[in-house]
Nanobody
Framework: QVQLVESGGGLVQAGGSLRLSCATS????????VGWFRQAPGKEREFVAR????????DYADFVKGRFTISSTSAKNMVYLQMNSLKPEDTAVYYC?????????????????WGQGTQVTVSS
């Protein structure tokens, strides 16, 4: 069993930065990949970024490329999402989850062990 816990959300002005953390426990992080998703009020949960178990392979949604960076430290079993140049449309609850495989790494249905989420609010 894997447990994932997000932290680091908050209120920030447009153009600011936040770093989200995802603490993993249970099965060793080096045996699976982790993704970040977000869900804004009234909208479906959407893929943000993913990192593979070795930390060398990453994928990003087009709307965050160049602004967000996903990274990991296997020794500490942590996954981070550095968010720069934040926009009001980035406001959402951000979740991390374990990628269990499948053809589409951006699909919510290919992830398990979701954390409880952390709120990110970007003011204009």
């Amino acid at each position: 069993q894997v447990q994932l816990v997000e932290s680091g959300g908050g209120l920030v002005q447009a153009g600011g930065s936040l770093r989200l953390s995802c603490a993993t426990s249970g099965r060793t992080f080096s045996s699976y990949a982790v993704g970040w998703f977000r869900q804004a009020p009234g909208k479906e949960r959407e893929f943000v970024a993913r990192i593979n178990w070795s930390g060398t392979g990453t994928d990003y949604a087009d709307f965050v490329k160049g602004r967000f960076t996903i990274s990991s430290t296997s020794a500490k079993n942590m996954v981070y999402l550095q968010m720069n140049s934040l926009k009001p449309e980035d406001t959402a609850v951000y979740y991390c989850a374990r990628y269990r495989g499948g053809a589409t790494y951006y699909s919510v249905t290919n992830y398990d062990d979701w954390g409880q989420g952390t709120q990110v609010t970007v003011s204009s």
